[in-house]
């Protein structure tokens, strides 16, 4: 393929067009991804109470967002998020 002055060999633009399918297919992925995350905010933030998995404290989804950050048992086992 001659783009120009630069001439590509043909394997390199097949690998080239290869690539660029994967990076359209990922970024399709973390599109969806972000949609769904947007949603499970919008949700969050209609919340009345949230529950801490860590400690099973109940808070206010504000107050919650400080508590994560310091809850002894979500730091102790951070798996647990």
């Known amino acids: 393929m001659n ?3 630069v ?3 043909e394997q390199d633009e097949e690998s080239l ?3 660029l399918e994967e990076l359209q ?5 973390m599109e969806q991804s972000q949609k769904v995350l947007r949603r ?5 933030k209609q919340t009345l109470e949230v ?3 860590g400690c099973s404290k109940t808070f206010k989804p504000v107050i ?6 310091s809850c002894q048992k979500l730091l102790e086992d951070p798996d647990s998020f």
């Open 51 to 53: 529950k801490c998995r």
């Open 25 to 29: 297919l990922k970024l399709q992925d």
């Open 64 to 69: 919650f967002k400080a508590h994560v950050l």
């Open 3 to 5: 783009r120009g002055n």
């Open 40 to 44: 499970i905010k919008h949700a969050f």
């Open 7 to 9: 001439e590509v060999p």
């Open 17 to 19: 067009v290869e690539r």
